[in-house]
Every structure is written in C-alpha cells, then in structure tokens.
C-alpha cells in the first residue's frame, strides 16, 4: 500500500497533516519510532493532535522512541544543509515530560536529518511514513514538502535497521553502511538507500538516474550543490528529446552561489550552475532567521521517465554526510503524480535569470 501528500505555500494543508498523521499513530499496535531532525509545533490544534496521539498511545505500553537531530554546532557551517532553529530538544522534553515516550538526542558532525516514523515495523502491518517535511507549523503550511506513506514489512526491515543503530549509538557516525535494498511493493520496484554509511551510492543513484532519462526529468529541491548531480543536469538539459523543469528554493541557492563564488576550487561547481540556472523555477524564500518565516521550497524530487527518488536528502555534497532516507518509486502512476505536483509548483515561481 502506498499513498502520498504533498503541497505548496497557500495551501493549508496544516490540519489535514496533522490529523493524517495522527490516524497513523493511532494506528500502532506494537511500536513507533521516530527520527526527526526539526519537530517543534506550536500551533495548539496541531501541537494537540500529535503530541497526544503519541502520549496516548505510549501509555497503553506501546514502545514510543524519538530521537532527533542534536547536531547544533554545526549546522550553520554546513554548505546546502536546511537551516533550523534550534528549539527542538526544549519542544520535545516539554512536551513529552511525565510521559512513557522515550527520547534521545542524536549527535554527530553533521546533522540527523531524517524525517521518519515507522509503525509497528517488525509485524506483517508495518508501515512508514516518510518524506521531505519536518514536523513544524512552517513545514506544513508554507513550504512546498511532500510525503509517502508505504505499508511494507519488507521495507520497514530496513528504515528498523537505521533506527536501531541510530538509538542504541547515539550519534549518526557509522550509520546506514551497507543500509539499502529493494522490496515489491503492489508489483512495482522500490529500492531504499540511507546514509551516511551509503551517502555516496545516493548522490551516484541520483545521477545515474538523471543519465539514464529518456523522455522526462522533474527537479524540485531546496538546493542543488552536489557536483555529480549538477553535471547530470547540464547533461539533461542539453538532450532535447527530454522534457525537463526544475524548481529550487532562490534564496538558498543565492547563497550557495556566495560560496563557490569565494573559493577557487568551486569554479567548476558554480561554471556548471551558471549553465543549468536559466533553465530553473526558482522560490525567493525568506532570507533565514531563528525568529523569522521558513517559508524555503523544501522538496527533495527527482522523476526520471518513470522513477521517483524522494525523503529527506537534499541534492547536495554535505547531504551525503548527513543521517538520511531515500526511496526509489519506480512506478509510471506515481512518477504521472509527482511530475503535475512540480509541474504546478514551476507554475507558480518566476523563471530565474541567466
């Protein structure tokens, strides 16, 4: 079974968000575990409806562990990564004090940046919900973020494993080596894949997927930085018997592009971006401030012909150093959905300079 969600700023997809999501905590009969980089609502409706859908279902002895992303130091430093506030160990230990969920804090040198929940994932029900949102007011209502629910005890095999080694160590250091694989799921391929352990195999996946498109490539992503991924896209761009639009988040990638402009050793990064950008959508986000609007194109897709590659890895050099999850749909109907959801995102976002 697998189902998806996804929207864009001006939609107010909010509560359905959250009350999708507490149908699925309710759900639980055995166990939920959770890896989450920024969870932190505090809008009250929806602060109630999934704090107390996990408190609830902690206390009739079901195993609830959090472990989120405690990688502060560095995360500002980090070229590409999603820019956060801090303020979500404070939400977490506030709001679960008292209760039987478990939470951990994760650390490492870069960032736990997973955003998954799996439910009863060593049963025959097991399921995952997985995707590119955080758990925020600002993610589920002005970014453009998508999600994929997927039922599949084969493919929580998996996302347990990466829990397993993220909870027992604490820090995301050796985690996900040698964590991927494929599972059917309703007849159709889908392969899963986590770093940093196998970080590198996805910026390669992601390429290799780019080089082999015949017919269509769909880009949404918050920003594109790894070196790999943009010479595939200049690549794709030059093939006119493929269809190709791309999105990315303006303001991000303004400032990646100050980087590379500062240091020699970008230029053929930022010789490669030069080329690729005129044929790019672009979001001008809200420049970042703790206390400021998150308003970021935070999507991380790419649909080549018939394959979808989704989760919470950003297209970017430091994301393959980073606690992530990928999975590879490669199913015509689903790639059909995603490609009119970026197609209706492009729409709505100005082209961006040459």
Request: hydrophobic share 40%; aromatic share 10%.
């Amino acid at each position: 079974m697998f189902e998806h969600l996804f929207w864009q700023e001006g939609d107010q997809k909010q509560e359905a968000v959250a009350q999708k999501l507490a149908q699925f905590i309710e759900g639980a009969r055995h166990s939920l575990h959770l890896a989450i980089f920024d969870f932190r609502l505090q809008d009250e409706t929806l602060r109630g409806t999934v704090v107390d859908a996990l408190k609830s279902r902690a206390a009739t002895g079901i195993q609830v562990r959090i472990a989120f992303d405690h990688t502060r130091a560095a995360r500002k430093t980090q070229l590409g990564s999603d820019p956060a506030p801090r303020g979500t160990q404070a939400f977490i230990e506030e709001v679960f004090a008292g209760s039987r969920v478990q939470v951990r804090p994760i650390t490492g040198s870069h960032l736990m940046h997973n955003k998954y929940l799996i439910r009863d994932g060593n049963t025959a029900e097991g399921a995952v919900w997985t995707g590119s949102a955080n758990w925020t007011d600002d993610a589920w209502t002005v970014q453009e973020n998508n999600i994929a629910i997927i039922q599949s005890r084969d493919l929580c095999f998996f996302y347990e494993r990466d829990f397993g080694e993220l909870w027992t160590t604490g820090d995301i250091q050796n985690t996900g080596l040698g964590d991927l694989g494929s599972v059917r799921i309703e007849g159709h391929e889908l392969d899963v894949v986590f770093s940093p352990g196998e970080g590198r195999r996805i910026d390669h996946d992601v390429a290799y997927y780019l080089g082999a498109a015949h017919r269509r490539v769909r880009l949404c992503a918050m920003v594109v930085s790894s070196g790999a991924v943009l010479g595939a896209l200049t690549d794709v761009i030059q093939n006119p018997a493929v269809d190709f639009i791309g999105v990315v988040d303006a303001t991000q990638m303004r400032g990646v592009e100050e980087d590379w402009s500062r240091s020699p050793a970008s230029a053929p990064k930022l010789k490669l971006w030069n080329a690729l950008k005129p044929h790019l959508h672009g979001k001008h986000s809200h420049p970042y401030r703790d206390d400021g609007i998150h308003d970021f194109m935070h999507n991380k897709i790419l649909v080549a012909d018939d394959v979808v590659v989704t989760g919470s890895f950003n297209f970017s050099e430091n994301a393959t150093r980073n606690a992530e999850n990928i999975v590879a749909f490669h199913n015509r109907t689903v790639a059909d959905a995603y490609t009119a959801f970026i197609d209706k995102i492009a729409a709505t976002y100005p082209q961006l300079p040459g």
